[in-house]
């Protein structure tokens, strides 16, 4: 099984700042990688898919990059509905879908 | 828009049985394969099983196997997952998602509690 780690758990940023979230595969997954943001009560959303690609309707202040094994999502500057729970994906082992631990960005 | 909407969860008591139901609108469900995902505080997201679009290839994770079953009725647009002999440890909010084709999973459930408690 592929073992994604994300860091850091917590990250504390002010409204309007850059936001670095990482993410590391156990394997390289080539650009097999996925991102989510989930906020309390809902249901996990997809942002980035094949590392870098925007899902549909994501605002481009968020942006994903890396291949193999280090992947990075950046926020370039948050808004307040961005404050939430981040996790990656990988879908490089089928069907085996493992996800990161997640990312809580608070608000600094 | 697609949509999902999971039913079926509730409280259990160790041993016994449930049945979650996944209902999908807005896109064809037969088009796609489908997870049951399932999110608890200590494990976080982990998957679960897996049926393809067709509903004649399965796949579980070794927490459930021999206990969890994943079906489908595409023609009901709906999909299922038949706990039995439930244990604490499957105490979580349980999320169907649809895998896109591109990957990731582009829609998911709103998610249905399952608690496993005597």
């Known amino acids: 099984e592929i073992v994604m780690t994300q860091s850091p758990a917590t990250l504390s940023v002010s409204p309007g700042e850059r936001a670095t979230l990482s993410c590391r595969a156990s394997?390289?997954?080539?650009?097999?990688l996925a991102w989510y943001q989930q906020k309390p009560g809902q249901a996990p959303r997809l942002l980035i898919y094949?590392?870098?690609t925007r899902a549909p309707g994501i605002p481009a202040r968020f942006s994903g990059s890396g291949s193999g094994t280090g992947f990075t999502l950046t926020i370039s500057s948050l808004q307040s509905e961005d404050f939430a729970v981040y996790y990656c994906?990988?879908?490089?082992?089928?069907?085996?879908?493992?996800f990161g631990q997640g990312t809580k960005v608070e608000i600094k | 828009q697609a949509q999902l909407v999971e039913s079926g969860g509730g409280l259990v008591k160790p041993g016994g049985s449930l049945r979650l139901s996944c209902a999908a609108s807005?896109?064809?469900?037969?088009?796609?394969?489908m997870y049951w995902i399932r999110q608890t505080l200590g494990k976080g997201l982990e998957w679960i099983a897996y049926?393809?679009?067709?509903?004649?290839?399965?796949y579980y994770a070794a927490s459930v196997k021999g206990r969890l079953t994943i079906s489908r009725d595409n023609a009901k647009n709906s999909l299922f997952l038949q706990m039995n002999r439930v244990k604490d440890d499957d105490t979580a909010v349980y999320f169907c998602?649809?895998?896109?084709?591109?990957?990731?999973?582009?829609?998911w459930g709103q998610g249905t509690l399952v608690t496993v408690s005597s």
């Open positions: 998602a649809r895998e896109g084709p591109p990957g990731g999973f582009d829609s």
């Open positions: 807005g896109f064809i469900l037969g088009d796609h394969d």
């Open positions: 049926i393809n679009y067709s509903g004649l290839t399965t």
């Open positions: 394997q390289s997954i080539s650009i097999k």
């Open positions: 094949h590392a870098s």
């Open positions: 994906q990988q879908y490089n082992d089928w069907p085996l879908r493992t």
